[in-house]
């Protein structure tokens, strides 16, 4: 019963404000639900159809581009975070909807595995079966099912997992998977972690170093494909311009990464900026900004990454 009216609460905050004109949800073709792409400077994506009166955050394309996913935060007295999914269906993008799997809990950073047949998301949902309820997030995934659902979400487990949050998993060609937690030995608030899968099973996670790693809370990161660069939220830092700002780190020739740079006004604002996520093709960048009036999802030309690109690394 929570979770019928959780879901038709969000499902019909997120209509209202969908409703661009007349009575229904505007038939949406092409690439990126039939936006019009930003160029160099941040603009709101899909506004009034994504973007909301709700408090949207997260998103995330998947491989193929033909489904979109972010999540929709209500302050409910369980802060509950719902996640959100449109496809395209004969060319036309659904309604977004909640996918079957959340809804009563906080589900939010989702991620894709590159071939597309994993979902990975964060959650504050029971583990195991029976057990009380988790105060922090762990990470979850589902496997694509022959119909195109999801399976029932599994947790990865005590390698990644620990009594603390782990959130923001993002992977990478090789079988990494990058992630934030606060753990013992670390440099003090959150940091960026990775753990290389081989045949199903996780390796102890390492920590990425002092390069990115410092005294104040690095939290959702985005890690290219090939791990060329990164970028992080980062709070604290004394060039943040607001609560969190978006920073970027090139790999460097031996390997190490670069000390991360603030992204500037081009893209960080008295706000809070986080959940950074390049597209599947590279043609964007995508993140969440959340302010007094709320929580949006903002998009801009990738192109922007390559004016903090060294010249020589």
Same mark, same amino acid.
């Given at each position: #019963? ?43 994506? +899909?506004?009034?159809i994504?973007?909301t ?12 581009? =033909?489904? !979109? ?8 007295? *369980?802060?509950?975070?719902?996640i959100?999914? %449109? ?11 909640a996918v ?9 950073? #989702?991620?894709?595995?590159? =071939?597309?047949?994993?979902?990975? !998301? ?20 589902? *496997?694509?099912? $022959?119909?195109? @659902? ?7 487990g ?22 934030? +937690? ?6 003090? /608030?959150?940091?960026? &972690? ?5 045949? /199903? ?10 390069? $990115?790693?410092?005294? &104040? @809370? ?20 004394p ?5 969190? =700002? ?7 020739? =031996? ?5 991360? $740079?603030?992204?500037? $006004? +081009?893209?960080? %604002?008295?706000? &809070? ?6 597209t ?16 949006d999802? &903002? ?6 990454? *390559? ?7």
């Amino acid at each position: #019963m929570r979770f019928r009216k959780t879901t038709t609460l969000i499902a019909s905050i997120i209509f209202f404000g969908m409703l661009c004109s007349g009575d229904h949800f505007p038939q949406l073709k092409g690439h990126y639900l039939g936006q019009k792409p930003p160029g160099m400077t941040p603009e709101l994506f +899909a506004p009034g159809i994504i973007s909301t009166d709700a408090r949207e955050l997260n998103a995330v394309f998947s491989p193929r581009g =033909d489904e !979109f996913y972010f999540a929709i935060y209500h302050p409910d007295p *369980d802060e509950t975070c719902v996640i959100m999914r %449109t496809k395209q269906v004969d060319g036309i993008w659904t309604e977004p909807a909640a996918v079957p799997f959340s809804g009563t809990t906080a589900d939010v950073d #989702m991620a894709f595995s590159l =071939d597309g047949k994993t979902l990975y !998301f964060c959650s504050t949902r029971t583990q195991p079966p029976g057990a009380s309820s988790a105060p922090k997030h762990d990470i979850w995934f589902c *496997d694509r099912l $022959v119909s195109g @659902d999801w399976s029932e979400p599994k947790n990865v487990g005590r390698v990644i997992n620990t009594s603390e949050s782990e959130t923001y998993p993002c992977w990478t060609r090789n079988g990494r998977m990058y992630f934030s +937690a606060i753990r013992e030995g670390g440099f003090g /608030g959150k940091d960026i &972690y990775y753990s290389q899968q081989a045949e /199903g099973t996780f390796s102890a996670p390492i920590n990425i170093g002092s390069a $990115v790693n410092t005294p &104040y @809370d690095e939290g959702d990161t985005y890690v290219a494909p090939d791990e060329e660069f990164l970028i992080v939220s980062v709070r604290g830092r004394p060039d943040c311009a607001g609560g969190s =700002d978006l920073y970027i780190s090139f790999r460097k020739n =031996d390997g190490e990464w670069a000390s991360p $740079v603030n992204m500037g $006004v +081009a893209i960080n %604002t008295e706000a &809070y900026e986080y959940s950074p996520m390049v597209t599947p093709d590279g043609r964007f960048l995508f993140f969440s900004r959340f302010e007094e009036s709320g929580s949006d999802i &903002y998009w801009v030309d990738a192109g922007i990454i *390559d004016s903090f690109r060294p010249e020589t690394r």
